[in-house]
């Protein structure tokens, strides 16, 4: 079937992305990628020593077919974030960006108007920008404008593995929106994941329920497997939960008159 | 521009598409909290037939969550009846010979006096012909001017102007545009529109966008029904609001389902559509999109209105006339089509109020327009 996710003119097969924090370590971090099957990799430049070509982690991740995702965390506003996307520009030479601004280091709640800014410079400078946010359909919209290459809204509070916590508007961003929603953040379990792509979700995003399983290799296969059936099931169309039937007409009987 | 989205959607495949949906693909978008495109279709095909009383609760409860028990009322106030298009369905089409009339300004004021007289009508749509030459944007950025004192919200039903023009006329106070593409049957559409600045598809169907563009606060759409299939037709304009919705994100949506009505044109529909056929459209409608202004008017019958109105329909006319002086200057010129519901604004209103809904004559204030 012919049925390719598309962003920042980038073809994807997969719609899993996967993060690369909380491993124990570097190898296992490289199974369970491998293990997922993604196309799409995210990883912190915090964590990376940009000037040595033999970074460790980078080694891990490069190779496979697989597209990196710099993100900016650690950046607290959108003048450190647009120096920190130019860096990582020029380190991974790649024009897509995970775009985080969480100047809250507790919860890692997405500031929306450093977003908001950042976005607008970094489409200018011709980045691919993927924003982390919070689940609200307004900022996807002004996103949107700004020239964002998809939306990121969060789950659930990142590291919870709460699931759907924001499932009532994250089904309007779906809706509503004409960039592709990644889900990201707060997915705990793979029956999460397909939740979210059976509402229509073009991809997701997981790593600390990846990361930190008994065993981050499995788990990753089982992710791969329920963001797949989640994707099928939306297309396929999914099947009626109730119907009562009506004995009477009262509300139309004027038709029959 | 909507006629490049367009292109992706071919006609017949459509309708074929619409004629094969089943029963289940109904209950699948019954059910459904958003249904899309694909329910949609489910919902105006032959298969849902059996299922009306289901679709008519659920569109019930959903203009409900929405909207509340309400029906906003609006009143038409045509000007001129020039045109130079010839449609071949409209009185109105330059061929039919008749005198032609431009209010001028002072007629307008006096138009504008009688409808206040008629009711506590606040929402004015202002209904022209389409000749840009003798009235075109001057022209309605004076009747705008003269009308804005009397009525707290001003929309217009006329030639599709380009974004700089609606741009000027939301100076001038102007806060919804209403207009027809008639069909979307690009094939047939100059069939029925042979001459004139009409018989421009794309320049009619891209004028939304340069209404989404100007920042018009509410646009309205409608197909004609009469001309080609109405369940292809409603879809592609479904497709439509779908493309404006996600890409004028601040702008609100009406759409209106006429039905082709008898004229000084003669002309016959091609296609009849019946009372339970329109009603079935209206609901489902509804069950695609829950937040459009759903508008009926003085087509319809009263006894079509005064059940409609609390199971779909959000927005109704009453009392309209549909010739330029019709209120007070000319009350006997000739009109656009002929009216069904004859009835006087009290006279609907209390049909409206019967049936558990409140009439709201103001739902806006001309403060959010000043610019």
């Known amino acids: 079937m012919d049925d390719k996710l598309i962003i920042g003119g980038k073809e994807f097969t997969s719609r899993l992305f996967v993060g690369t924090g909380k491993f124990s370590s570097n190898k296992l971090m490289h199974d369970a990628i491998i293990a997922s099957g993604t196309q799409m990799v995210t990883l912190a430049m915090k964590r990376i020593d940009m000037e040595n070509p033999h970074d460790d982690m980078l080694s891990h991740v490069s190779g496979h077919g697989i597209n990196l995702l710099p993100n900016t965390s650690g950046v607290r506003d959108a003048r450190e974030a647009v120096l920190a996307a130019e860096l990582a520009r ?74 759907l916590v924001t499932r009532d508007l994250i089904e309007i961003i779906i809706a509503e929106s004409r960039v592709p929603v990644v889900v990201d953040a707060g997915l705990g379990a793979p029956s999460h994941a397909a939740e979210a792509m059976e509402m229509g979700a073009d991809a997701v995003l997981v790593n600390t329920a990846i990361a930190v399983a008994g065993d981050p290799v499995a788990m990753a296969r089982a992710f791969a497997k329920a963001t797949e059936a989640g994707r099928e099931a939306y297309l396929a169309g999914l099947g009626v939960q109730s119907q009562s039937a009506v004995a009477s007409s009262p509300l139309t009987s004027f038709l029959d008159l | 521009m909507f006629s490049e989205e367009l292109l992706k959607y071919d006609w017949d495949a459509t309708t074929e598409r619409i004629n094969s949906k089943t029963a289940a693909d109904v209950l699948r978008a019954l059910n459904s909290p958003n249904p899309g495109i694909e329910g949609f279709m489910a919902l105006i095909s032959p298969a849902a037939d059996p299922f009306l009383e289901q679709m008519a609760a659920r569109s019930m409860a959903l203009t409900r969550e929405r909207f509340g028990k309400t029906i906003s009322m609006y009143i038409p106030m045509y000007i001129t009846n020039s045109c130079t298009n010839s449609c071949v369905y409209c009185g109105f089409n330059c061929h039919n010979k008749f005198k032609r009339v431009i209010l001028t300004p002072a007629q307008i004021e006096d138009e504008c006096k009688a409808i206040k007289e008629l009711g506590p009508f606040e929402n004015l749509l202002i209904v022209t012909g389409e000749n840009p030459r003798v009235a075109g944007v001057e022209y309605l950025s004076q009747a705008l001017k003269v009308c804005r004192p009397y009525f707290s919200n001003l929309s217009i039903e006329v030639m599709p102007m380009s974004a700089e023009d609606y741009a000027r006329l939301v100076e001038d106070g102007l806060n919804g545009v209403v207009c027809f593409q008639e069909t979307y049957n690009r094939k047939r559409y100059n069939v029925y529109h042979p001459a004139g600045q009409k018989a421009n598809f794309e320049w009619r169907v891209n004028g939304f966008d340069r209404m989404g563009l100007a920042g018009v606060h509410k646009i309205g759409m409608g197909v004609l029904i009469g001309l080609e299939d109405w369940k292809t037709d409603v879809t592609m304009m479904a497709r439509h609001l779908l493309y404006l919705r996600k890409k004028y994100w601040k702008t609100r949506f009406s759409v209106n389902f006429p039905r082709m009505r008898a004229s000084a044109s003669g002309y016959q529909p091609n296609v009849v559509m019946t009372d339970r056929e329109l009603a079935k459209l209206t609901f489902a409608f509804r069950i695609f999109d829950h937040d459009v202004d759903i508008s009926v008017s003085t087509r319809e019958l009263p006894a079509f209105r005064n059940n409609i109105c609390r199971l779909g329909a959000t927005s109704m006319s009453a009392g309209s006339k549909t010739e330029p002086g019709g209120y007070h200057t000319y009350p006997q010129a000739l009109e656009q089509f002929a009216v069904s519901d004859e009835r006087t604004p009290a006279e609907v209103a209390d049909a409206i109020r019967r049936a558990g809904q409140e009439v709201v004559w103001k739902d806006w204030d001309k403060v959010f327009d000043v610019r």
């Open chain 1, 90 to 163: 020029e380190a991974f030479g790649t024009d897509f960006i995970k775009l985080e601004i969480h100047p809250d280091p507790k919860y890692l709640f997405p500031d929306p108007i450093e977003t908001l800014k950042a976005t607008e410079e970094l489409a200018r400078l011709g980045f691919k920008v993927l924003p982390y946010i919070q689940a609200d359909p307004v900022l996807c919209k002004r996103l949107e404008e700004a020239g964002t290459a998809a939306v990121m809204p969060l789950a659930a509070p990142i590291g919870t593995n709460k699931g």
